[in-house]
């Protein structure tokens, strides 16, 4: 197996890491990414093979466990309950409890609120430009996971404080700073989701939280661990990449001089899609094997990591044509950017809603919308998302 060395906090890698992916892929299936210590692929084939495949998985095997220091247990114990970490029979049973209140007609009962939201969050905006990030792409997903759970909106900066704290367990070069604040963060959401789902047992509305007590199947309900665990990984995962994918398509759109008229009742469904590909907010997801087995010619052991670099597998040439160029008018093909197989994104349809619903009224009610600056990317690696948006409209 060959190897590459790639910091991912290098500053020319940060602002575009594909480079870096094309070289993963043309070196074979699977290459030794030495700064992670860690076989890594970017073929699309590779990358859907392997999510689908349930001899790898989240969950590391027990006797390869890693052990968890004593000032980073109450992260991890809620980690314990994520349907993000966990494998088969436990995930199987925490996902279906929660697609039974986490349902698609919920979901798409949330278009009207999100169409308003974001009239009001343009009626707010300051005069001439903004940073959009800040005004628009941020506020829009946290307050309306606020809503959908039925948690007070004025919480939503507490949302997003934890959320962007707790998320930082997840960059690439994490100091004890970093660790010492996620910590602090997930205690505070765990004690105010278990009051508030305390209430809701007592005093139950039309929402998120109250449905999540209520499903049961074959006798089988949902813990307040489960719940809250479930709520965190909602606001965590939906908001942080639904801010990150808002400002990655506004800056394709706006670069490649795309207005309105990709975002038109008949075009949007397929923008959305262009934009989750050519750009995504998660590049790595990584996997435990299971069993010894070969992927793609490779060898591996049980207790082996592999990566899946899920951008690089976006932009295989072998799928599709001119992968680095931004085209809306893309024919729909299969991407990676919400996962595949059983851990397949649970809140992307949400996602996708978010974007469809909101992009058209934004290009719609700014024509004059434009770039004040060049964008620049994040230290965030291994998410991808910009520092700040700066527009004039």
């Known amino acids: ?20 992916y094309d070289a993963v892929r043309a070196e074979g299936a699977f290459v030794l990414w030495e700064d992670y210590g860690i076989p890594v692929t970017a073929r ?13 998985g989240r969950e590391a095997p027990p006797e390869f466990a890693p052990a968890i220091p004593p000032h980073l247990a109450p992260f991890y114990a809620v980690e314990e309950h994520s349907m993000l970490e966990l494998e088969a029979p436990r995930h199987t049973r925490l996902r279906r409890l929660v697609l039974r209140a986490f349902t698609t007609a919920r979901i798409t009962a949330l278009a009207p609120e999100i169409a308003a ?35 007070p909106e004025d919480r939503a900066p507490d949302l997003l404080r934890w959320s962007n704290a707790m998320v930082g ?29 305390a209430l809701r047992r007592s005093r139950p509305t039309d929402d998120l939280i109250s449905h999540l007590i209520a499903v049961e199947e074959a006798g089988e309900h949902l813990s307040t661990d489960e719940m809250i ?43 959305v899609e262009e934009i989750l590909r050519h750009d995504p907010p998660l590049h790595l997801f990584t996997r435990w094997v299971y069993e010894d087995l070969t992927l793609a010619g490779t060898e591996f052991k049980r207790g082996d990591r592999v990566g ?24 729909a093909q299969t991407h990676f950017s919400f996962g595949a197989g059983a851990h397949f994104c649970i809140g992307a349809p ?3 809603l978010e974007l469809a619903a909101s992009l058209p009224i934004l290009f719609q009610r700014l024509p004059e919308l434009r770039l004040a600056e060049a964008p620049r990317y994040a230290n965030l690696y291994h998410f991808h998302g910009l520092e700040r948006l700066l527009v004039r409209y």
């Open 229 to 271: 665990t479930t709520c965190i990984l909602l606001l965590n995962a939906g908001h942080e990449a639904t801010v990150h994918t808002i400002g990655n398509g506004i800056k394709a759109l706006l670069e490649g001089g795309f207005g309105g008229y990709w975002l038109t009742k008949s075009r949007v469904e397929g923008t």
């Open 350 to 352: 949400l996602a996708r």
């Open 308 to 331: 899946l670099l899920l951008a690089g597998a976006n932009r295989d040439p072998g799928p599709w044509e001119e992968p680095a160029r931004f085209n809306p008018a893309r024919p």
């Open 169 to 197: 367990m997840y960059q690439a070069g994490r100091t004890r700073a970093t660790e010492d604040a996620a910590v602090r963060a997930t205690e505070e959401f765990v004690a105010f989701l278990r009051d508030y789902i």
């Open 44 to 56: 699309a084939t590779v990358v859907g093979a392997a999510l689908r495949d349930r001899r790898l």
């Open 117 to 151: 939201l974001t009239n009001e969050l343009i009626l707010r905006l300051p005069p001439d430009g903004c940073d959009l990030l800040e005004h628009f792409a941020k506020p829009l997903p946290v307050i309306i996971i606020a809503r959908l759970l039925g948690v």
């Open 1 to 20: 197996m060959r190897c590459l060395s790639q910091s991912p906090t290098e500053a020319g890698f940060v602002q575009d890491p594909y480079p870096f």
